[in-house]
């Protein structure tokens, strides 16, 4: 699959076709559940204004440093990113085992994919009940039964679990680029159009204002230790941070394209469709007087009794549905890709690697959809949270900010700088010591005293 008309030495697994096909690659991984269904219910859950502030904040002060750190890696050595950090660290004369970081990020991206793969088949559910006009006229009571009703059947969680799970796989296997390179090109802007008319209709409502003052108000008195580590931690799970999924990607970007420029964009686009699913959930969640504290099942509640109220609302509503899996499945791919890569690096088939991952964290994801019924937290818990609270706590909320740490020490303080900066290629001077502090210092001391403040916060409640 390699390409002849890209003037550098490619990877063994090709290269993106354009720049552009890179940074829709990179958004298309960074937006998707995420954004849609993960950052309004913790914002939700977390009291809005300060919440929000501080998630922006972690995002342009560590997120961003982060990826351009990620993306570097990954065209430097243009291989998985567990050789291409082994070998980076080897070109510097540090230790291997920094490998063991890449290591870290590879299991992580595993673990996340098996939950993810849970929720997006939850979507893949609701294309059909909205379909067949089931939420039609409905009101808040049907929409949060119906929802209740999913959670209470493994059987269909996992049948939908299984379809997402080999849609995932039957990409990985093709490669990356065949797949998805030409699919995201028209999905994501159409996925921005609608959701640009929902706010519109949110802002219908008449609850647009109570929205707003939700998401931007800001009063840190609602805010606790634990939520400046929940915003941190999706800092990094929204941007595909943390677990080597953008430093896979970096591998197959064209050498002359501007690594600086490529992260704002995509950092750019995946905070916009943040913001704008909140201000799409948030005025219909109030005008329907349900409150914002609903957990996971905010976007499946909302959505339904927004496109249940509109004029072709069942043809719609399947559309947006169809969209959120269309966001899902660029995400999903992203952390398989990590290990496929490897695994294809040591001589296995591509597609084997893709079915044995997706196997496993097949596996691993039923326990997740469990969790909502016969493993509830009254039958099972770990640390007061259910499975797949805790499985989402720990790769979020600690796994991915340790890799993240990690990365911003080794390219800031590991590797040779000149080496480095080469391949940055960036022009503006300014910039690249901004970059250079943020990486070596804002970054790393940001996330110690976040989780180091989590830590103790837990350390005096018990
Ligand atoms: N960023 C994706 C989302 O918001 C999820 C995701 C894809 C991810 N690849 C990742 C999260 C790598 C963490 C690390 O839905």
Same mark, same amino acid.
């Given at each position: 699959m390699s390409r002849s008309n890209v003037p550098d030495a490619p990877s063994i697994h090709g290269l993106w076709a354009t720049r552009w096909v890179f940074i829709l690659a990179a958004a298309g991984s960074?937006?998707?559940?995420?954004?849609?269904?993960?950052?309004?219910? #913790? %914002?939700?859950?977390?009291?809005?204004?300060?919440?929000?502030?501080?998630?922006?904040?972690?995002?342009?002060?560590?997120?961003?440093? #982060?990826? #351009?750190?990620?993306?570097?890696?990954?065209?430097?050595?243009?291989?998985?990113?567990? +050789?291409? =950090?082994? *070998?980076?660290?080897?070109?510097?004369?540090?230790?291997?085992?920094?490998?063991? *970081?890449?290591?870290?990020?590879? $299991?992580?991206? $595993?673990?996340?994919?098996?939950?993810?793969?849970?929720?997006?088949?939850?979507?893949?559910?609701?294309?059909?009940?909205? @379909?067949?006009?089931? /939420?039609?006229? @409905?009101?808040?009571?049907?929409?949060? +039964?119906? /929802? +209740? %009703?999913?959670?209470?059947?493994?059987?269909?969680?996992?049948?939908?679990?299984?379809?997402? !799970?080999? *849609?995932?796989? /039957? =990409?990985?296997?093709?490669?990356?680029?065949?797949?998805?390179?030409?699919?995201?090109?028209?999905? !994501?802007?159409?996925?921005? #159009?609608?959701?640009?008319?929902?706010?519109?209709?949110? !802002? %219908?409502t008449g609850h647009f204002m109570q929205g707003m003052h939700f998401m931007f108000d800001v009063d840190f008195s609602k805010i606790t230790g634990e939520s400046v580590l929940v915003a941190l931690g999706h800092s990094f799970f929204t941007l595909s941070l943390g677990m080597c999924a953008i430093m896979a990607y970096g591998a197959y970007m064209p050498k002359q394209q501007s690594i600086g420029a490529a992260t704002l964009i995509t950092a750019g686009m995946d905070t916009a469709f943040a913001l704008l699913a909140g201000l799409a959930i948030f005025p219909i969640l109030f005008a329907h007087g349900l409150s914002p504290d609903q957990g996971p099942g905010l976007m499946f509640i909302t959505l339904p009794l927004a496109f249940g109220g509109l004029p072709l609302g069942a043809l719609f509503g399947t559309l947006f549905f169809v969209l959120v899996i269309l966001a899902a499945w660029t995400s999903s791919i992203s952390l398989a890709e990590p290990f496929v890569a490897w695994a294809v690096e040591k001589g296995v088939g591509r597609v084997k690697a893709a079915v044995l991952i997706g196997a496993v964290s097949w596996f691993l994801g039923i326990f997740s959809l469990l969790s909502f019924n016969y493993l509830s937290v009254d039958v099972f818990a770990i640390g007061g949270k259910s499975i797949f609270e805790a499985m989402d706590f720990l790769t979020t909320n600690l796994l991915l900010p340790v890799g993240g740490l990690l990365v911003a020490v080794f390219v800031g303080w590991g590797v040779k700088e000149t080496k480095m900066m080469k391949e940055l290629g960036m022009n503006n001077q300014a910039l690249y010591i901004a970059w250079r502090i943020a990486i070596r210092v804002i970054a790393p001391l940001a996330i110690l005293a976040i989780l180091l403040n989590f830590l103790g916060v837990l350390g005096t409640a018990r």
């Open positions: 960074a937006i998707g559940l995420g954004n849609i269904w993960k950052f309004p219910y #913790i %914002t939700g859950m977390h009291g809005g204004g300060a919440f929000v502030l501080v998630y922006l904040l972690c995002v342009l002060l560590v997120g961003v440093p #982060i990826m #351009i750190a990620e993306i570097l890696i990954g065209r430097r050595a243009r291989v998985a990113p567990i +050789n291409a =950090v082994t *070998m980076l660290a080897r070109e510097s004369g540090i230790s291997k085992r920094w490998g063991l *970081m890449a290591w870290l990020g590879t $299991i992580a991206g $595993i673990l996340i994919l098996s939950y993810y793969s849970v929720i997006a088949g939850w979507a893949l559910h609701y294309v059909l009940q909205m @379909a067949s006009g089931a /939420f039609v006229g @409905a009101d808040a009571a049907t929409a949060t +039964n119906s /929802f +209740n %009703t999913l959670k209470a059947s493994p059987l269909l969680m996992l049948g939908w679990h299984t379809v997402f !799970m080999a *849609m995932t796989i /039957f =990409v990985v296997a093709r490669g990356v680029q065949a797949g998805l390179g030409r699919a995201v090109t028209w999905m !994501m802007p159409m996925l921005g #159009i609608l959701l640009f008319a929902l706010v519109g209709y949110a !802002m %219908t």
